[in-house]
């Protein structure tokens, strides 16, 4: 594996796009060693890079270069068994940078994804397990925490063009005050902050897509940070 990240190859855009149209086994079979090279590998750099990046700014956010799917990247296989869209790989590279032990889809992170026509950030958590739930919900209407997620809110707002997201109830949920001064936070099942996507693919191509990927998790990562508080007020396995 390399050992620094000098931007992804252009072939890496190139091997997805035409992987967009030929998503295949055979065609993927036969361009393998180009997806290893051109992609698998720069990525596993990319998440060594940023994931040191990140820990300078955040000491307890975890990375794993392993490709199997139990580290940072999500495996480009596809699980098709419950989906009409039977394409047996995904089109983008994706990878979590995550706080907490356990899954890194159910801790608070820093996401990433990119493809062919450019990349997409966001920093918080997007689905919340049970007990997770339960303790976002009462970190809301709770008087420490709650007024602290307005606040993380307002810095991500007003340092860019972050979109807030996660609502999904249409009514406070039973057992909170419907009138409730955070009545409208109590309807989300996740939150994450992200950014708008960005369509300028030559960034991913330079050293420089890590300063860049740095600037918005930094920005949005009041939203992460609030949930890593929440997080910890689990309870232990």
């Not at 062919?116 to 958590?125: E, R, V």
């Not at 996507?197 to 918005?216: G, K, L, R």
């Not at 997080?231 to 232990?236: E, F």
Request: glycine share 8%; aromatic share 12%; with cysteine.
């Amino acid at each position: 594996m390399p050992t620094e990240f000098d931007g992804f190859p252009a072939e890496a855009i190139t091997f997805l796009r035409d992987l967009r149209e030929n998503n295949n086994k055979a065609w993927f079979d036969a361009n393998k060693t180009t997806y290893v090279d051109a992609v698998r590998e720069p990525a596993r750099a990319f998440v060594a890079a940023l994931g040191t990046r990140l820990q300078e700014e955040f000491p307890n956010v975890t990375f794993d270069t392993r490709t199997n799917g139990s580290g940072s990247l999500m495996r480009i296989n596809r699980d098709v068994r419950f989906s009409k869209d039977k394409s047996p790989y995904k089109t983008n590279i994706a990878m979590m940078f995550w706080e907490g032990d356990g899954k890194k889809t159910e801790k608070p992170g820093f996401g990433l994804q990119f493809n062919a026509d450019g990349f997409g950030l966001m920093a918080g958590q997007f689905g919340f397990s049970k007990a997770m739930l339960t303790a976002y919900r009462e970190a809301v209407a709770g008087d420490d925490l709650g007024p602290a997620l307005l606040e993380a809110v307002d810095q991500v707002t007003s340092t860019g063009d972050y979109t807030i997201n996660g609502a999904h109830y249409k009514r406070v949920p039973r057992g909170y005050d419907a009138d409730h001064p955070r009545a409208d936070w109590l309807k989300y099942n996740a939150l994450w902050a992200s950014m708008p996507e960005n369509t300028d693919s030559a960034i991913i191509t330079s050293p420089a897509f890590i300063d860049v990927c740095m600037q918005h998790f930094t920005n949005m990562a009041p939203i992460q940070q609030w949930l890593v508080q929440v997080d910890q007020r689990l309870p232990t396995p």
